[in-house]
């Protein structure tokens, strides 16, 4: 699988494939990572890629010129590539995204920075658009780089234990179990006895117990939800 990010700072992202399990990924040649600078595109003398916003208001704005360029040539090298714009004005990514999207062959993250991009570039050549979250960040980099982590990690030969997947919170309504590692005892704080016991069947209820009470505290809605399916199988 192919990820292509769009962006003016490469160097933001660079680092992130150089440890652990995404440069695993790549060494393994399960994924394959590229960057597309804007700029190389630009047609002014000065490679700019802004200008001041139509109709007035504070920031520049990415213009279309070096974006409509770079995204046809990128389509003209790949036409399957499926192109994604970061921003916050957009539906949220959530972990069923991730599991759809690990299917594709070749996705592109383009990633805005100053006050945006050009509604038209959006327009024209966005295949979905996400938002992280109800905030705003400096530029697309972090938040393309969350999608990118989230859609490789469900890729198969990615993670080392595939079974991690099928545990993980946001495959049920339910947020996962809290985890514990050894020793049994640290500094006077122990894990639950039950753990200990070896009984799976009691330490899948427990896990129940506390996945549940975890999503009462944190996604209280989220539990009404599992509650309601359960009533209905």
């Not at 995204?71 to 957009?90: M, Q, R, Y």
């Not at 979250?133 to 780089?145: F, K, M, P, R, V």
């Not at 595939?162 to 049920?172: K, P, Y």
């Amino acid at each position: 699988m192919r990820f292509t990010f769009v962006t003016l700072f490469s160097a933001l992202i660079e680092g992130y494939f150089k440890g652990s399990i995404l440069k695993r990924a790549i060494e393994k040649d399960i994924i394959k990572i590229d960057y597309l600078n804007p700029r190389d595109y630009s047609k002014n003398k000065h490679s700019k890629v802004d200008d001041t916003a139509v109709g007035g208001g504070a920031g520049m704005v990415m213009n279309p010129q070096p974006l409509f360029d770079a995204l046809d040539d990128l389509k003209n090298k790949d036409e399957n590539v499926h192109i994604i714009f970061l921003t916050p004005v957009a539906k949220p990514f959530v972990q069923n995204d991730a599991k759809r999207l690990a299917k594709k062959t070749h996705i592109a993250f383009v990633s805005g920075r100053y006050e945006g991009i050009d509604e038209r570039v959006i327009e024209k050549y966005a295949d979905e658009v996400f938002s992280i979250g109800d905030y705003i960040l400096t530029g697309g980099e972090l938040a393309s780089l969350v999608l990118c982590d989230a859609i490789s990690r469900n890729k198969e030969g990615v993670l080392g234990n595939a079974q991690s997947l099928e545990i993980e919170s946001f495959e049920t309504p339910l947020l996962e179990a809290p985890s514990f590692s050894k020793p049994q005892n640290y500094e006077g704080l122990s894990v639950p006895s039950e753990y200990l016991k070896g009984n799976h069947s009691k330490i899948r209820s427990l896990k129940l117990a506390l996945s549940e009470a975890k999503t009462k505290f944190f996604r209280p809605e989220q539990l009404l939800k599992h509650k309601s399916e359960e009533r209905l199988r």
